[in-house]
């Protein structure tokens, strides 16, 4: 999923006690006069906006007199935007991008979509990723993109330099350790380039998202899958074995640095030889580094098996349940989820589409990650993390494996959390 941090906790009161919205409802009259708010709060996805302003025709057709009034709001602004507009009766937006698990299942501020919608979007949409959109079972978010999990990003030329064939990548997380040491560059005991870069800063839900396939790979999960509890399983045998893993290639192996910089920055800039991103990665490379020469590929096999998708960011456009242009506001999004419209706005923006039948489409066949789409679409989805505080527990999780990246005891630090991560998988129940 995208580069994004998470949403703080807002204080709920009469936010959590809004209730989650029914089914379809009569569609409103053509001569509906009011104005919907579309809140978009902006980061790698710049084009959006206007594309949707100049190119959804069919609603402005059918709806000549509701005026949908399209706010970027500044990322580093929108967490306050939000606490504000949901805290307000007047301010709040129609229609919002967020994520679902939060939105929905903590603040429940988020609509479940009508049974027309709820039917399309179960028969059409990618089936990997579809649980993570939902709120008990129910469809209550149409997904920005198709985040398929982190790839392996290699750069083709520092392959051929280490003297490793740029057509035979790892396929276990061994190999992985092994080409990161014939990658990595020192100068006397200082990591210049990194072999495999890792996120060790930042937002922890970031650090926490791209642990996942470490984790995953060694037979870990953050949590139970009934939301009852993370003892057994954030502390557990496996997830221990992959943050190890991880913290054994800045101590032990000395493959990757502390120091050097973000993932995508260092990758881009020549400065880092291997690292696991998601699949928007590969539009942004192009138009942000054009003289990296790169290969994409499902990243390898870990002593568990494959490492499925799972996603701590389900960003999707929502409609506000409180607002009073619901019926309106599932009329727009019922113009903007259609194939086509899917098609071209990933086509603008670089990431993967939505809907099943545009994978077949050449603009995805295309894609230097195809063949890891064609992997992640075979493996199926892995753990679903859609607890409604998912976003919270992220940052407490996140916070501990940096903390392990550091070179703290990866089982004490693990055991430490288990009572912050288990609150909050009740305060959701």
């Not at 179960?122 to 398929?148: C, I, M, Q």
């Not at 009329?331 to 545009?358: F, I």
């Not at 195809?370 to 989805?381: D, H, L, N, R």
Request: glycine share 8%; charged share 25%; with cysteine.
């Amino acid at each position: 999923m995208i580069r994004r941090r998470s949403f703080l906790v807002l204080a709920t009161g009469s936010l959590a006690a809004a209730g989650l919205a029914g089914c379809a409802s009569q569609a409103p009259s053509g001569e509906r006069e009011a104005t919907l708010k579309v809140w978009n709060p902006q980061d790698n996805w710049r084009k959006t906006t206007k594309f949707y302003d100049a190119r959804v025709q069919a609603f402005k057709e059918k709806y000549p007199k509701v005026r949908v009034e399209y706010v970027d709001i500044p990322y580093g602004q929108y967490e306050a935007r939000y606490t504000a507009g949901f805290s307000s009766s007047s301010d709040a937006p129609d229609i919002f991008m967020g994520q679902v698990s939060y939105y929905g299942g903590g603040l429940r501020v988020a609509a479940v979509a009508p049974d027309d919608i709820q039917k399309s979007w179960e028969e059409k949409l990618n089936g990997v990723t579809r649980d993570n959109f939902k709120v008990e079972g129910k469809w209550a978010g149409y997904p920005v993109s198709t985040d398929l999990g982190m790839q392996l990003y290699y750069n083709v030329d520092h392959y051929a330099a280490a003297g490793l064939n740029p057509d035979s990548p790892p396929k276990s997380f061994e190999e992985l350790r092994q080409y990161a040491a014939k990658l990595v560059k020192k100068d006397g005991e200082k990591i210049i380039r990194n072999g495999l870069s890792l996120r060790y800063s930042g937002n922890p839900t970031g650090i926490a998202d791209k642990a996942l396939p470490y984790i995953h790979a060694f037979g870990g999960r953050l949590y139970a899958e009934d939301h009852s509890t993370a003892d057994s399983y954030l502390n557990g045998e496996g997830t221990v074995a992959g943050i190890q893993f991880m913290q054994d290639l800045v101590k032990k192996d000395r493959v990757s640095s502390l120091e050097l910089g973000s993932p995508d920055d260092t990758f881009a800039q020549g400065s880092s030889s291997m690292t696991l991103r998601e699949g928007w990665y590969e539009g942004w490379l192009k138009q942000n580094a054009p003289g990296v020469k790169f290969a994409v590929v499902p990243y390898p096999e870990g002593p568990a098996g494959y490492p499925k998708v799972s996603l701590l960011f389900n960003w999707a456009w929502m409609v506000n349940d409180r607002s009073n242009n619901k019926d309106l506001a599932w009329e727009w999004m019922r113009t903007v989820s259609n194939p086509s419209t899917d098609l071209e706005l990933a086509k603008l923006e670089g990431y993967l589409p939505v809907w099943t039948e545009n994978f077949s489409d050449p603009n995805v066949t295309a894609r230097t990650d195809y063949q890891a789409v064609k992997k992640q679409m075979a493996e199926g989805p892995g753990p679903v993390y859609n607890a409604p505080y998912t976003n919270q527990i992220a940052i407490t999780v996140g916070s501990a494996i940096e903390a392990c990246l550091q070179g703290a005891d990866v089982q004490k630090t693990l055991d430490g959390v288990i009572s912050q991560v288990d609150e909050l998988l009740e305060r959701g129940r």
